[in-house]
Every structure is written in C-alpha cells, then in structure tokens.
C-alpha cells in the first residue's frame, strides 16, 4: 500500500467492500478528497462546529500549524447540515435529531 493524498480513502474502499450493506458511519474526514470520496458514495456529510479556547485549540493541533491542510482543508467545503456543539449534552443531540429527521422523513 502506497501513502499519499488518497491513502485514507483507499483504505476506507477496502472498508466499505468488505462491509457489504452494513449501515456505516464515518466520523471524521478532514480533506477534500475524503469528503469528495464520502459524497461520491451516499455519505451525507455534516460540519460540527465546536467552539474551543485558545489553550483547547492548542492541545488540539498537537503541534500542527492552524493552516495546516487538516485543519483548514473543509473550510469551505459546502455541507449540507450543520451541527453546533457549544451547549449542553441534550442541546447537541437535539440538533443531531434535527438533522436525522430530515435525513428520513419521507420525500
């Protein structure tokens, strides 16, 4: 196996293939092309949005520039839902109810 921009979403293929109609969920993706790669094949991106101070922000790039492309590369990547996570517990799966209604109410 060979490491590079499509490393992650190779592995995740295998993944996926292996699975069969399992439902899956994919609880991160940081580049375009693992987005692209979750759009391409049914995957209903969301952005949560978590509001950090400056010391959380710090321990949370471990080092890594805040321009680095893991942090930046979905910045304006157009999600079709958004979650904010910056309340309580319930306030956050309140919002990921709202979303998950839509995703099956019927069309």
Known sequence: MTFGPSFWTNVLRRALDSLGSQPVLIVDARTPSEARFGEDNGFVLVRIHRCMTAEEYG?????????????????????????????????????????????????
Do not use: C, M
Request: aromatic share 12%; net charge negative.
């Open 59 to 107: 321990a949370h790039l471990a080092g890594r520039s805040p321009d680095h492309i893991l942090e930046t590369g979905l910045d304006t990547w157009p999600f079709r839902y958004s979650v904010l996570n910056d309340g309580t517990k319930s306030d956050y799966f309140q919002a990921w109810d709202r979303v998950l209604e839509e995703l099956v109410a019927p069309k």
